[in-house]
């Protein structure tokens, strides 16, 4: 991974944090690498990695909602979004949500090597357990009475009356069905819709949105993907204001998008209606080089160039 010895001239902004100080070690399965300034990420060596995608949710989300004070990051994974974020934003608080305890493992250790257990809020669960009842979604109960039994006694892992300036999520992109069975467990959940699609994604972060809040996820832009953001944001009640697509390699087609929405009630009756599309990002010219927009992004979060 990034290592900064690896770049000559550039030197790591922010506050250097608790560190080998913590006492947190890194196993022999683990490795710990660079993410933001200083702050470093556990993650697995055989398992989930940090992407892309995850780098560009976490500062757009930061860019178009600097002054949040709370966020909450729905399927959290490892943190990086909410590592990110929680760097650039050094005074808001953090709730994170992650069904998996192995990346709930790794992400509590990343918070307290970065110094972050006071502000820094790692929940595991189910967030599509419905706020304040301690349940799943009422039409998951009506066809499973194992599940329905269990509900009664599962905490609930939001409550109703818990809001957030700024909510960030990383969908899985795909069905079940297209899985590879043998793919390691903890990638097979970041990728393929084993707990919930953007539809729950959406309807989570509506309830859960302060006055005027933000909501940012990333998801592919391919058609029929398209429609299932978009008709999700709408049976949530949710207008995606703004949308810039993310182009992987110049001059090929846009892969994903980042979406940023608000809640319609939030919005003047005549804005409800529009969406700013804004020009894509690039990742890599047609060369392979980093394009000199996704070097000023990486900038901006405290990554090398």
């Not at 200083?38 to 930061?62: E, P």
């Not at 393929?192 to 006055?211: N, S, W």
């Amino acid at each position: 991974m990034i290592h900064e010895t690896h770049f000559k001239g550039w030197t790591k902004p922010g506050p250097v944090p608790p560190g080998l100080a913590s006492g947190v070690t890194v196993e022999s399965h683990e490795t710990l690498d660079a993410i933001s300034g200083h702050f470093r990420l556990f993650q697995l060596r055989d398992g989930h990695r940090f992407s892309t995608d995850d780098i560009l949710t976490a500062w757009y989300c930061t860019s178009w909602c600097p002054t949040a004070r709370t966020e909450l990051d729905l399927g959290s994974g490892i943190g990086t979004v909410g590592m990110i974020c929680a760097w650039r934003l050094p005074g808001a608080r953090f709730v994170t949500v992650e069904a998996q305890p192995e990346s709930v493992t790794l992400a509590r250790k990343s918070a307290r090597y970065n110094g972050l257990t006071d502000r820094y809020e790692i929940r595991e669960g189910d967030f599509r357990e419905a706020s304040g009842r301690g349940q799943p979604c009422p039409c998951e109960l009506e066809h499973d009475n194992e599940l329905a039994d269990k509900a009664v006694r599962a905490p609930a892992v939001l409550r109703p009356e818990e809001k957030f300036d700024l909510i960030t999520g990383s969908p899985p992109y795909f069905p079940p069905e297209a899985g590879v069975p043998s793919e390691h467990p903890q990638r097979l959940a970041c990728r393929f819709e084993l707990r919930g699609t953007v539809v729950d994604y959406c309807a989570v972060a509506a309830r859960h949105l302060a006055p005027g809040g933000f909501f940012v996820c990333v998801f592919p832009t391919e058609p029929a993907q398209l429609t299932r953001v978009e008709s999700g944001a709408k049976i949530a009640g949710l207008v995606i204001i703004r949308k810039r697509p993310v182009i992987f390699r110049e001059g090929e087609p846009p892969l994903v998008a980042l979406f940023g929405m608000m809640r319609a009630d939030d919005l003047p009756e005549w804005f409800r209606g529009q969406t700013w599309e804004e020009p894509p990002l690039i990742i890599r010219t047609r060369t392979g080089e980093i394009h000199p927009e996704y070097s000023a992004v990486k900038l901006a979060i405290g990554f090398p160039p």
